[in-house]
């Protein structure tokens, strides 16, 4: 089960470092990186939406292509957040339950999850990184994704390792 986590955790990283190479080419600025490293998964999917619609490059069926991407985005972000963040209780064969609270009442929701069921989602989530690029891709071309780093690599050095700034 440790294991079937730890694909979750590293494809979640995954399509977080896609997502934010997706805004700022969106954006259309090497500087969007100073923005990007401080929004969470969910932000980057809203503010991705939201640009795409706006975006005058973008033809609206590339448009209509991201904002379908960027729901499964949305639905594997949701569904990963539940995993990773509820509380776990391990049940005999091959059966974790994670039990979610509220903050606004004291009902517990249960919810059991098979090691198959937890691998799927770590697919789930690798499966939307690889269509955002492709949809990325085909609403601006094979080049969209240099943008994102371009001022990590003039800096020498990642936005977010900026001590003191």
């Known amino acids: 089960m ?3 986590l730890g694909g979750i955790v590293l494809e979640a990283a995954y399509l977080e470092r ?3 190479t997706a805004f700022s080419a969106l954006v259309g600025s090497k500087y969007a990186a100073v923005v990007d490293g401080r929004l969470t998964a969910a932000a ?3 503010d991705c939406e939201r640009i795409a619609r706006y ?3 973008i033809t609206q069926e590339a448009k209509e292509g991201i904002w379908r991407v960027l729901r499964a985005c949305h639905e594997a972000n949701r569904d990963r957040n539940r995993v990773i963040h509820d509380t776990w209780a391990t049940r005999p064969g091959s059966v974790t339950v994670t039990l979610r609270g509220s903050r606004t009442s004291h009902d517990v929701t249960v919810t059991a999850r098979t ?3 937890v691998r799927q989602l770590a697919d789930q989530l690798a499966n939307a990184a690889h269509e955002l690029r492709a949809a990325m891709t085909t609403a601006l071309g094979p080049d969209w994704d240099r943008l994102e780093d371009q001022l990590r ?3 020498g050095h990642d936005i ?3 001590p003191g700034r």
């Open 2 to 4: 440790q294991h079937a």
């Open 44 to 46: 980057l999917i809203e």
């Open 55 to 57: 975006h005058t490059a």
């Open 18 to 20: 896609v997502l934010r």
């Open 115 to 117: 090691l198959a069921e």
């Open 153 to 155: 690599q003039e800096l």
């Open 160 to 162: 977010g390792a900026d």
